[in-house]
């Protein structure tokens, strides 16, 4: 009979995750779908300071 080196766990419900040793999977934390999706004001100063940083720099490439 062969075993595999890292024992799985059939409650973690993806095969990576089932594959991780139990000290490793301890400090994961669920997140919920709903949270991945919201626009935070973070993410809108980072458009923006993208925004003014590639306008500026096509502006002195053409002047």
Do not use: K
């Amino acid at each position: 009979m062969r075993r595999s080196l890292v024992l799985t766990d059939e409650s973690a419900r993806h095969w990576f995750r089932a594959s991780l040793p139990p000290h490793v999977r301890r400090n994961l934390i669920p997140i919920p779908a709903e949270s991945l999706w919201r626009l935070t004001m973070q993410d809108v100063r980072g458009a923006a300071t993208t925004y003014v940083a590639l306008t500026l720099a096509i502006f002195a490439f053409i002047l």
